[in-house]
């Protein structure tokens, strides 16, 4: 029996466990990545560990999500992550060159290799043929030091593409196609694997695109094949001797099949508040405030040429606003060479930093009861920075018939031809915004430099022997990290956990954090309940870390995604699920709980306990690998390396 291209790369990295699906394994990770909101902390943990040096082929830290200067705290964390780089052999993008996902892919991934990200949309770089993961920073930390990353061989899922795209439909319609069959749920465990002869038109920028928002359906990565598209891209970046082609076998068996026709698909869009909320926009026809193009999902030169091509000329609508991130200085720089800046300006654009920005809320909020047109890849409610805003995500062609008209449109209907624009086969490559490592014997020399805002990681204590505490907060399906944790105006926050926390479940309960804090004072944990994919969305560590530090012990829920799960393992907070999801309707906020032995439950591997809440018994499931246990039982990831660091010096 052949090998899916999944099985291939993963077998080949293999360092711990049996290759079954469902089963632990630890994989080697050849590159990490961080950004800067959630690599501050990433790197406070790594040195933590007393570590001297990175131990993987390549790390990079990227500023590109607090690049908003209000106050000292963003860049006193630029400061502390541009010398952490220099002490510690990482390359290190400087705010303004751009985008992790779209750097990322042009500069440094490459096909075979494997790279693990703090940052949900890591699977970018799936584009290229490359196992790109994100977690939470802890993992990416942890990988730096050499250790290995866990997770369950996944199973794989073939999306087969046949056919070929039409005009004005473009590859975010494909993975809004992708997320209309999967949606956001019930994919854990799984990741989609692109084959078919519909593949061979999609060049690397459409891939990442399909890659990036496959991020969106729950699964662990999506990736392509490395093929002649592969080549030509790496050949346009100055890397084509980077080059190598792989592929899934002809006889590879896979999970389950999705068959998807190209040549089917019209232009789509995910209505609020969800990416899995897809329509067909000739189906719309609303009145739009709005436009924001860009984000790691679609801001690559061929997005923003197309744009430009459709508004050559013309002029926006009457109270319609447009902003526009490229995604990286390498495609502003182009289009500023080539002219087409100069017709987005002239259209009326407002020319945004080649940075995060809207997409998280921290910059473009729009007005209150608004429809905004994005490209990004999330809609949550109130992630633009506006509650009350209405935002649906679209490709850069529908996004650009929005500006033209001041409508949400099928772009069909616009009176041009539709511009074909072609990816160049040379870029202008410029890597001046990249600071390279410094050689080895230069690196101890170097003074790390912390701001006032930069605390220490939060320690944890071990798994008590019994769990006694309250229903601190109980919410529904679908709860995001950003309604755990928001962006937006608290992200600057993120090196200083007491005073990050203030902000947990702020969206939801904005009593939660002082009520949290009495009952962890008051020696009572805390517990969440949930109900179905909790934790879905970003890869935010902070989402644990901060409950955590509240005092947050357990999360009982119907079901937990898969970051968020693993996020919270590493702080030491324990995964539960219902064994019957009836029990969600029983357990009010304000419970009490008890869950006696769960230290012994964990010891022996037991995969089920039994809490006691309302009069009642309640069975509580616990998926958990022995590694799991182990690092819970520690009261983290953290304790728990250094304890086996100790332990493996102690032995020599």
Known sequence: MGKTLTEKILMEHLVDGTYDPGNEIGIKIDQTLTQDATGTMAYLQFESMGL????????????????????????????????????????????????????????????????????SHTPTAGGVGCIAIGAGGLDVAVAMGGGSYYLNAPRVINVHLTGELQPWVTAKDVILE??????????????????????????????????????????????????????????????????????????????????????????LAAAPHSPGNVVAVKDLSLPVDQVMIGSCTNSSYVDLMTVAAMVKGKRLQEGVSLGIAPGSRQVLSSIARNGALSDLISFGARILESACGFCIGNSMSPRTDSVSVRTSNRNFKGRSGTPSANVYLTSPTVAAAAALTGKLIDPRLLD??????????????????????????????????????????????????????TVTIKVGDMVTTDHIMPAGSRLKY??????????????????????????????????????????????????????????????????????????LVNFGIVPFSFADEKDYDVLPAGANITIPDVRLALERGDDEVLAQAC????????????????????GGLLPYTVQERAKKINSL
Request: charged letters at 25%; a negative charge.
């Open 494 to 567: 993120r090196s200083n956990v007491p005073k990050y926390s203030l902000f947990v479940f702020e969206p939801l309960d904005t009593d939660f954090a002082a009520r949290a804090t009495a009952l962890r004072d008051s020696g009572i944990h805390n517990i969440i309940v949930a109900g179905l994919s909790y934790g879905q969305g970003s890869s935010r560590e902070h989402a644990a870390l901060c409950p955590m530090y509240l005092g947050v012990k357990a999360v009982i829920a119907k079901s937990i995604e898969r970051i968020h799960a693993a996020n």
């Open 416 to 469: 041009m031809n539709f511009p074909r624009i072609k990816m160049p086969d040379h870029f202008e490559i410029d890597d001046s915004m990249i600071i390279h490592p410094l050689p080895p014997n230069e690196r101890a020399s170097i003074k790390i430099s912390r701001g006032p805002n930069i605390g220490e990681p939060p320690a944890n204590a071990p798994m008590p022997a019994e769990i006694k505490g």
């Open 52 to 119: 001297s040096d990175i131990a993987t082929e390549l790390s990079v830290s990227y500023v590109d999500h607090n690049t908003i200067q209000v106050g000292f705290e963003n860049a006193d964390d630029h400061a502390y992550l541009e010398s952490i780089a220099k002490r510690y052999g990482i390359y290190f993008s400087r705010p303004g060159n751009g985008i992790c996902h779209q750097v990322h892919l042009e500069r440094f991934a490459r096909p075979g290799k494997t790279l693990l990200g703090s940052d």
């Open 178 to 267: 992708v997320l209309r069959h999967l949606t956001t749920k019930g994919n854990v465990g799984c990741v989609c694997e692109y084959t078919g002869e519909g593949i061979k038109n999609l060049t690397v920028p459409e891939r990442a695109t399909i890659t990036n928002m496959g991020a969106e359906t729950g699964v662990t990565t999506s990736i392509f094949p490395s093929d002649i598209q592969t080549r030509k891209f790496l050949e346009a970046q100055g890397r084509g001797e980077q080059w190598i082609a792989i592929s899934a076998d002809k006889d590879a068996e896979y999970d389950r099949t999705l068959e998807i026709d190209l040549s089917n698909i019209e232009p």
């Open 615 to 634: 009069e009642r018994e309640i069975i509580l499931n616990m998926n958990l690998s022995k590694r799991q246990r182990a690092i819970l039982l520690a």
